[in-house]
């Protein structure tokens, strides 16, 4: 909470009176949370939280031992969504849905309360390490009173009516009772949209289903086998050039036979130079008889 806020506040009341007393005390806008517990805050003309109404039961258990009067819409909607955190409220899957509501006529003022709120969502959020998904709205003030006469919250209301809009038979009496994340289920299957699911790991990281992962990566290796990358390379080393090929294969040949023949001309000469000896011993074996 802001600390200069205190003290700009008693200024105001002593110097107003009773007028200024009123004036804090009056809430001119709101801000409805929901979950499953339905909550709305009443804020007043200096941002101050000066009321805090449960719409249901599991409201009641939130805010059994919170005080959040006299605090920011930040603050409030931190610890109303932490306590939440702790009743079991925000699904540890990080699938929840937190609703936060701005119901004031004031554009500039409704901005104003849905950033705070959101920044109170987020805070408690990452002080509890857990992930939810955040809807954020506004609506105006003569909304809230139909909120009220149906016993729910004007930002449950407005989640109901968006259902509505894409299927005619959902019915306020049936979705009263509902969490956020019901709601916004139905509403995504008359829209025919599939939310992706997510799960946490061991170390509280959250990532998409585990099934869905693996079956992308054995798509992703049915592909790979298509594409044959290795035969690709292979064809880049084998000469293209078919006379290349052919001029290589004759030296080859040619090689093999020059050392094939070699032997056989050695053993040629050998046997000529054998019989050149016999007839030259012929020859003079001949001289000596005539002699």
């Known amino acids: 909470m802001n600390k200069k806020l205190p003290v700009l506040i008693t200024l105001a009341l002593i110097l107003g009176g009773s007028t200024g007393v009123y004036a804090y005390q009056k809430p001119i806008s709101f801000v409805s949370l929901d979950i499953n517990p339905s909550v709305e805050l009443g804020v007043n003309v200096f941002d101050v939280v000066v009321s805090a109404e449960a719409y249901n039961d599991d409201g009641e258990k939130v805010l059994e031992y919170l005080d959040v009067k006299g605090e920011t819409v930040e603050d409030a909607i931190n610890e109303i969504v932490d306590s939440a955190i702790a009743d079991g409220y925000v699904e540890e899957d990080g699938t929840s849905v937190i609703s936060i509501t701005s119901e004031t006529d004031n554009v500039k003022l409704a901005e104003e309360l849905k950033e705070a709120a959101e920044d109170g969502v987020e805070n408690a959020l990452e002080e509890n390490e857990t992930e939810a998904e955040i809807e954020k709205d506004n609506i105006a003030l003569e909304r809230r009173d139909d909120a009220r006469e149906l016993g729910i919250t004007p930002g449950k209301l407005n989640l109901i009516q968006k259902l509505q809009a894409v299927n005619p038979e959902a019915t306020i009496e049936d979705f009263k009772e509902a969490s956020v994340k019901e709601i916004m289920a139905a509403t995504h299957e008359a829209k025919g949209i599939v939310p992706e699911k997510k799960e946490k790991n061991s170390k509280g990281d959250m990532y998409k289903n585990e099934n869905a992962t693996k079956v992308n990566a054995k798509e992703a290796n049915v592909e790979l086998d298509i594409e044959e990358p290795?035969?690709?390379?292979?064809?880049?080393?084998?000469?293209?050039?078919?006379?290349?090929?052919?001029?290589?294969?004759?030296?080859?040949?040619?090689?093999?036979?020059?050392?094939?023949?070699?032997?056989?001309?050695e053993?040629?000469?050998?046997?000529?130079?054998?019989k050149n000896q016999e007839e030259e011993i012929k020859s003079n074996k001949g001289k000596s008889k005539g002699n």
């Open 230 to 265: 290795v035969l690709e390379d292979l064809d880049k080393d084998v000469p293209t050039d078919v006379n290349a090929v052919e001029v290589l294969e004759p030296k080859e040949t040619e090689i093999k036979v020059e050392q094939e023949e070699n032997p056989v001309k």
């Open 267 to 274: 053993t040629k000469t050998s046997k000529e130079k054998t």
